[in-house]
């Protein structure tokens, strides 16, 4: 969200860097809590999607547009990728 309201001008850069700063952070963690479980292909697409967004603010600090709105796209689908996985591992 913080990168598509940049990307609208809604909200500073400053906003949005530290923003996306800290969900890259919040996904290594979750990607280093849940890396040996049983859900097979989780930490390779959580750490994926936090490179993502990791593209995501630098794109946002270097003012680069463009850039973001493809990246936004490739978080849609790892978002994808991710729900199918989670409703894939329901008993």
């Given at each position: 969200m913080a990168g598509e309201q940049?990307?609208?001008g809604?909200?500073?850069l400053a906003y949005a860097a530290q923003t996306l700063r800290a969900a890259e952070e919040t996904l290594e963690e979750?990607?280093?809590s849940i890396?040996?479980?049983k859900a097979e292909g989780a930490t390779e697409l959580t750490r994926a999607?936090?490179?993502t967004i990791g593209q995501m603010r630098a794109a946002v600090e270097g003012g680069d547009r463009e850039a973001l709105a493809?990246?936004?796209g490739r978080l849609g689908e790892e978002e994808r990728?991710?729900?199918s996985l989670a409703e894939g591992a329901r008993p």
């Open positions: 940049w990307l609208k809604s909200v500073p979750e990607a280093q890396q040996g479980q999607a936090g490179a493809q990246l936004l990728a991710v729900k």
